[in-house]
């Protein structure tokens, strides 16, 4: 048992990166994606690459997975009809919810209050109150618990949240709730407040628990359909699936919390762009994952990427730990059009796998950035090596007919268009998680992955004005190679709100104490022992009087925090500094407001091999040449089609130049020269503004 597997569903192919522990083999394989049943996919790919690499199925000492099933439940409201019980005089909560407009100013004028996760005929309210240092004012009715718990029965809801006032300070009601509403209704979903999330603001913790909730009948299917065909083919060994903070948990886990892998897939990618650019020695990175549907974009500094304590999906703010990720709808599948003034865009609708870019004959109608990338010649006339020809007459004449003739331009012109809107949609998304960081993206890498990363990584870089790229080895692959880079993590967190100047340490460092032991029992329940376990403690901070926090880390050295708060409090000052350009050091008092723990269960990340310096060159390495169009002045020109280096070549190729291998083909605009580092990665570097 040597090979560990990461699969990566997407929205057009499911990506499959095998790789052997002992000998550091890696295999790459791609798949369709299977939108009605992602699980068929997920064991196509697992049986392909196991079928190119020669192993069985008890070679499969790990499967690791990153998953859409819970994004795509929520962004298309899909999730299950469930329950709320609350607090009496609290039925209205999700209604009420906050007074706060996301979005630009302006954005009242048009923005619409999200509709209730759960309709307020099915909120039952209970008797029992805690108050906000969670002592009991009022017992909990656990009479009215089983009466609302057997009429969900009778109404056929089949899962169930309970969210009481003040739990995150004390449980015992909702624990107690939980035990009766399971002994009224055993095969009913229930998940509590306290154990989805132990924070305050009662609204945050009890929508995610309410999604969290609707998602487990949902997630409990699709893992246990996977582990049915996996154990069917013969694999025993044990799955993984990833959350959106960047760690894996095991699927019997994340049963439990499904909430918790809501940006499961995009996940991944940035934490195998930490892992590889850290390995090349390039630490700040803005990194660009281009798929099928959509492109995501990150933020890594010092090789750890950015860590939100709550984010948002669609219209929902979700409170769970999640890498600061931001979407557009700008994927190699991503639909042009034109509006009622005839203005051309692209996306966000996608035309996904099936039927897909009009190029891929499968019945597809409208033009994509796929399509325009075929006209304009930067890609081949075929995807993964020739297993899924292209048809450039069909692009050619769907451009023609749905926008070149309606605004009066060349096809070309318009399929230029379209990539130029594309790439101006891609890159403010990436100012978003830059510029409005106070991040300068002239100081970063821009790190390329995903079917088409390497299509679009030269113009949105120019857009931009950075000056580097780095494409990994298996760009198309590279948010399933992450899955491999990635350890067990767990956190918990208990609301505790202290100001600097009345601290009580040692019920800090209680509560420290029970995070961990909280959190070391849920990896020892995963398969780890102490050994195996590295813990980090944090804080959240603010200055007294504002409503939001910065995590800052709590060194723990000896086993008790107290002769680290001063210098952690210090710690703040300067990340406020950073985060928002001003710090009230000495002027304000710092107010703690939650205490947390996260844990990481280590999986062993694979070694990254440098490759022995060889006497390969470029022109060893070309295939053809095929027109590309460039711009409007240079037209079409003849552009040299190199396969993909897999041994370094410190020898600069200028561009115009495409370089293409099994999974992506990566465009190397005039104005760029490439290299490839002992990793096998490709560097580009711009040697000149714009693009010729």
Request: aromatic share 8%; charged share 20%.
């Amino acid at each position: 048992m040597s090979w560990r597997i990461g699969i990566d569903t997407g929205g057009t192919f499911t990506d499959v990166v095998a790789l052997n522990d002992v000998t550091g083999e890696e295999k790459v394989f791609k798949t369709s994606s299977i939108p009605d049943d992602p699980s068929r996919a997920f064991l196509a790919g697992i049986e392909g690459v196991l079928a190119e690499i020669g192993a069985s199925a008890s070679d499969v000492a790990m499967l690791l997975h990153g998953t859409t099933v819970a994004t795509n439940a929520v962004l298309e409201a899909k999730y299950s009809r469930l329950g709320l019980i609350v607090t009496n005089g609290y039925r209205h909560m999700l209604e009420v919810a906050r007074q706060n407009v996301p979005g630009e100013f302006g954005a009242i004028t048009w923005w619409i209050k999200p509709p209730r996760v759960v309709p307020l005929e099915l909120v039952r309210e209970v008797e029992g109150r805690l108050n906000y240092r969670g002592e009991e004012l009022r017992p909990l009715d656990e009479l009215q618990i089983r009466w609302a718990a057997r009429e969900y029965r009778d109404l056929g809801v089949q899962a169930i949240a309970v969210s009481f006032l003040h739990s995150y300070q004390n449980p015992v009601h909702e624990e107690r709730a939980r035990e009766i509403i399971q002994e009224e209704y055993p095969e009913c979903f229930v998940s509590i407040s306290a154990d989805v999330i132990r924070e305050y603001r009662e609204y945050e913790r009890t929508l995610t628990t309410c999604l969290n909730t609707g998602l487990m009948p949902l997630l409990s299917t699709y893992l246990d359909r996977l582990g049915d065909r996996a154990q069917g083919a013969g694999i025993e060994a044990p799955l993984y699936v990833m959350k959106s903070s960047g760690g894996v948990a095991t699927a019997n886990e994340l049963i439990k919390r499904p909430i918790a892998a809501s940006l499961s897939g995009p996940a991944a990618g940035v934490i195998a762009a930490a892992a590889i650019s850290g390995a090349a020695g390039i630490h700040d990175v803005l990194t660009l994952d281009m798929g099928g549907t959509s492109t995501d974009m990150a933020l890594i500094e010092g090789g750890i990427p950015r860590l939100l304590s709550e984010g948002r999906i669609d219209i929902y703010d979700i409170k769970s730990p999640m890498i600061d990720m931001t979407t557009v709808g700008a994927g190699g599948g991503s639909i042009a059009w034109l509006s009622g003034s005839k203005a051309l865009r692209v996306g966000p609708q996608s035309a996904g796998s099936f039927p897909g870019p009009v190029c891929y004959g499968r019945g597809g109608q409208e033009p994509t950035i796929t399509d325009a990338n075929l006209v304009l010649g930067r890609i081949p006339p075929y995807l993964l090596g020739g297993s899924i020809p292209l048809d450039r007459q069909a692009a050619y004449d769907a451009i023609q007919a749905k926008i070149a003739e309606p605004l009066g331009l060349s096809v070309e012109k318009a399929a230029a268009g379209i990539l130029e809107i594309a790439t101006q949609n891609i890159a403010a998304g990436i100012r978003v998680v830059s510029v409005r960081r106070g991040r300068d993206p002239r100081n970063y890498a821009l790190f390329a992955f995903g079917g088409a990363g390497g299509l679009m990584a030269s113009p949105v870089a120019n857009a931009l004005d950075m000056s580097r790229i780095l494409i990994p080895t298996a760009p198309g692959a590279t948010a399933a190679a992450g899955l491999l880079y990635s350890d067990v993590r767990v956190d918990h967190v208990i609301t505790d709100v202290q100001r600097e100047d009345a601290l009580d340490v040692d019920r800090l460092n209680d509560e420290f104490l029970q995070l961990r032991d909280r959190v070391s029992a849920d990896l020892a329940r995963q398969g780890f022992d102490s050994s195996g376990i590295r813990l980090q403690a944090f804080l959240d901070m603010r200055y007294v009087g504002q409503a939001f926090e910065i995590r800052v880390p709590l060194p723990v050295p000896d086993g008790s925090i107290a002769g680290s708060l001063a210098g952690t409090i210090k710690s703040f000052h300067a990340a406020h500094e950073d985060q928002y350009g001003y710090s009230y050091e000495n002027k304000t008092l710092v107010e703690i407001v939650n205490i947390g723990v996260t844990g990481f269960g280590l999986l062993a990340p694979p070694r990254q091999y440098a490759k022995q310096s060889s006497e390969l060159r470029w022109s060893d390495l070309l295939k053809s040449t095929q027109p590309m169009y460039v711009n409007e002045a240079s037209d079409f020109v003849d552009c040299p089609v190199y396969a993909r280096p897999t041994e370094p070549i410190p020898e600069p190729l200028a561009g115009p130049a495409i370089i293409e291998q099994y999974d992506t083909t990566t465009v190397v605009e005039p104005g760029w020269y490439v290299t490839v580092n002992e990793f096998g990665h490709l560097l580009l570097t711009r040697y000149a503004k714009g693009g010729s």
